[in-house]
C-alpha cells in the first residue's frame, strides 16, 4: 500500500510544491515573479527558497541588471525529486482506483 | 479525505500551476471580438457595398484621391490594441496580479519580431501607396506575419491560439499563390489594383477569423461537479 510518507517532505508542503512547479515550467524565474504568481510574503517565498536551496533543489543566482535581480532555477537533483515526487502521487491514485 | 483524493487534488493543483506558468493567451477572446468587429467596421468603410444589378463584386472600387488603406487598418489596429490592453489591465485587477506578467514579457518577446516587421514594412510601402496593387501586397504581408506572430507564442500558447496563426498564415500564402496564378486574368488585376481584394482579405482574416475565434474560446461558467 502506498501511503504519502514515501512522498519527499522537502517538496510536499503546499508553498514549495508551488514553487517546484513553477520552476519546472521554465529555464528560470525572477524572484518578483515568483512572488506575484504565488501571491506570497517576500518572507514566506525566502524562507521555502532557502529550505529548497538547502536541500539542493534549487540554485540561485544574483545578479546586477540595472538593478539588482536574483533568479531561481531547479538543479538536475531538484528536476529528478519532482518527477520522483509525481510518480508516487500518480502511483497513488492509480491504486486508489484499482 | 482520503490519500487518494490528496493526491489528487496535489496534482490538480499542479497541473493548474503548470499551466499558469507556460500556457498564456496573447489574445483573448474579448480583444478578438473587438478586433473582428472592427474588421468589419473597417472594410465597410472602405469598400461600402453598393448591389448593382449585373454587378458580381457587389463592391466597388474605392476612390483613390487619398488611399485611406492603410490609415484605417492602423486605425483598427491602434483601437484593438488599446481595448487589448484595457482588458489585460482589468483582467489583472480582478485577480490581483501584477499586469505585466512574466508570461506577458515572454508572449510580447515571441510576437514582437513578427510585428516589428510588420510595421517596418507597411512604412517602406508607404511611399508607393498610390500604386496599383500596393494595397493587396500590404494585406497579405500584415496576415502572414500576423500569422508567423501568434505561431511564435506556439510552444506556450493553447492550441486554438497556434490554429489560429496557422489560419493567418495559410491564408496569407494562399493569397500569394491566387495572385500569381490569377494577375494575368484583366479583371483580376484590376480588383487588385484598386484595393478591393486587399480589402476583402482583410476582413476574411481579421474580421472572421477573430469571430470565429472568440466565439470558440469565449469564457464559459463551467458545470458545478456532481455531489
Known amino acids: 500500500m502506498l501511503d504519502f510518507d514515501k512522498l519527499d517532505k522537502t517538496i510536499h508542503e503546499k508553498g514549495r510544491l508551488a514553487i517546484m512547479t513553477l520552476l519546472a515550467t521554465r529555464p528560470s524565474w525572477a524572484f518578483q515573479d515568483l512572488k506575484a504568481e504565488l501571491k506570497m510574503s517576500d518572507g514566506n517565498l525566502v524562507t521555502h527558497l532557502r529550505t529548497l536551496h538547502h536541500a539542493g533543489y534549487v540554485a540561485v543566482t544574483k545578479a546586477v541588471l540595472d538593478r539588482p535581480q536574483t533568479t531561481y532555477a531547479l538543479t538536475e537533483k531538484g528536476r529528478k525529486a519532482f518527477q520522483d515526487y509525481l510518480q508516487v502521487l500518480e502511483q497513488i491514485v492509480k491504486t486508489g482506483r484499482g | ?227
Open chain 2, 1 to 227: 479525505m482520503n490519500e487518494q483524493e490528496r493526491a489528487e487534488e496535489h496534482l490538480r493543483t499542479i497541473r493548474r500551476l503548470m499551466e499558469r506558468g507556460t500556457i498564456y493567451r496573447a489574445i483573448s477572446a474579448p480583444t478578438a471580438l473587438v478586433g473582428g468587429v472592427l474588421s468589419i467596421l473597417a472594410f465597410l468603410i472602405y469598400t461600402p457595398p453598393r448591389i448593382e444589378e449585373g454587378n458580381f463584386f457587389p463592391f466597388p472600387a474605392p476612390e483613390h484621391r487619398l488611399n485611406r488603406f492603410i490609415v484605417i487598418w492602423v486605425f483598427v489596429l491602434l483601437l484593438t490594441a488599446a481595448a487589448n490592453t484595457l482588458f489585460i489591465v482589468l483582467g489583472a485587477r480582478q485577480r490581483g496580479e501584477r499586469v505585466l506578467s512574466a508570461s506577458m514579457k515572454t508572449a510580447l518577446a515571441a510576437i514582437a519580431p513578427a510585428f516589428i516587421l510588420g510595421g517596418a514594412l507597411a512604412a517602406l510601402f508607404a511611399p508607393g501607396m498610390f500604386e496599383p496593387g500596393v494595397n493587396f501586397d500590404i494585406a497579405v504581408m500584415w496576415v502572414s506575419l500576423y500569422g508567423v506572430g501568434l505561431l511564435a507564442t506556439s510552444q506556450f500558447a493553447p492550441r486554438s491560439l497556434t490554429i489560429l496563426g496557422l489560419a493567418f498564415l495559410t491564408s496569407g500564402i494562399t493569397a500569394i499563390v491566387a495572385i500569381i496564378s490569377l494577375f494575368s486574368k484583366a479583371a483580376t488585376a484590376d480588383a487588385i489594383g484598386d484595393g478591393r481584394y486587399a480589402s476583402l482579405l482583410m476582413l476574411l482574416t481579421f474580421g472572421l477569423y477573430h469571430l470565429i475565434y472568440a466565439a470558440c474560446v469565449w469564457p464559459r461558467k463551467r458545470a458545478e461537479p456532481e455531489q
